[in-house]
């Protein structure tokens, strides 16, 4: 049941570039994404979010798009720095509140080539 | 900056037998969630538990699986007779409000032989 969807498992990057990942999903009831980050040994840590009324939000080096019509969203990390490689999950939300379950995609590993 | 913790990190027990993983959420987090991922697969839900009762499960959570707030501050998730495909990183996450994002432990690493 693959309702969200990261068909790049892996990307490479050269530091100062822009690393683009991308995720689409199916349930045209999902109305909030998210994008998470995780290293090695640890869990998921909250980078940007989106809500479907908007199609953009920026966080200092981190833009996320949402093209609702075409059911598809991306991260761009610019300029990508060798901190950023990590594993990046998309996830969806139902609704943007507490007890709402996060449905992930198979993540992304970024690696940022000095 | 307050942290969700989970114990053990790595825990590795014999098909059939029982397991208690554990959490400390952030202090004053209301909502509560466990999700698993086997190794090379997405991170999948598993339940979610507000005011001392279950929200959600998913079709994983079977009868198999419970969990309890049995203080005010440790979550904890029991399997009470592991299966070999138990084996995956389980992690707790814990969310202040209606509006926050949910914030994550760094994981039980959970071994069934």
């Known amino acids: 049941d693959q309702q969200v969807k990261q068909n790049s498992p892996s990307l490479s990057v050269q530091e100062g570039r822009i690393s683009i990942l991308n995720c689409d999903y199916t349930?045209?009831?999902?109305?909030?994404f998210l994008w998470y980050k995780k290293y090695p040994a640890e869990g998921p840590t909250f980078l940007i979010s989106?809500?479907?009324?908007?199609d953009k939000n920026e966080d200092g080096r981190f833009t996320v798009f949402l093209n609702k019509s075409a059911k598809h969203l991306s991260l761009h990390i610019v300029p990508s720095q060798p901190g950023d490689s990590a594993v990046y999950f998309c996830?969806?939300?139902?609704?943007?509140?507490?007890?709402?379950?996060?449905?992930f995609g198979t993540g992304t590993r970024l690696t940022i080539i000095p | 900056e307050p942290e969700v913790t989970q114990t053990p990190s790595h825990q590795v027990t014999q098909m059939g037998q029982e397991v208690i993983l554990r959490c400390v959420p952030i202090?004053?987090?209301?909502?509560f969630y466990w999700y698993r991922q086997i190794l090379g697969q997405k991170v999948e839900f598993l339940v979610s538990?507000?005011?001392?009762?279950?929200?959600?499960k998913s079709e994983i959570f079977d009868d198999q699986f419970s969990v309890e707030r049995p203080d005010g501050s440790n979550f904890t998730l029991k399997i009470r007779s592991t299966k070999l495909e138990d084996s995956a990183m389980y992690f707790c996450?814990?969310?202040?409000?209606?509006?926050?994002?949910?914030?994550f432990g760094p994981g039980t690493r959970l071994t069934v032989l």
């Open positions: 996830a969806a939300q139902k609704q943007r509140f507490g007890n709402e379950k996060l449905t």
């Open positions: 996450a814990s969310t202040r409000d209606i509006s926050d994002e949910q914030f």
């Open positions: 202090s004053n987090h209301l909502y």
């Open positions: 538990f507000y005011n001392n009762e279950i929200s959600e």
């Open positions: 349930n045209s009831m999902f109305d909030y």
């Open positions: 989106i809500s479907s009324i908007k």
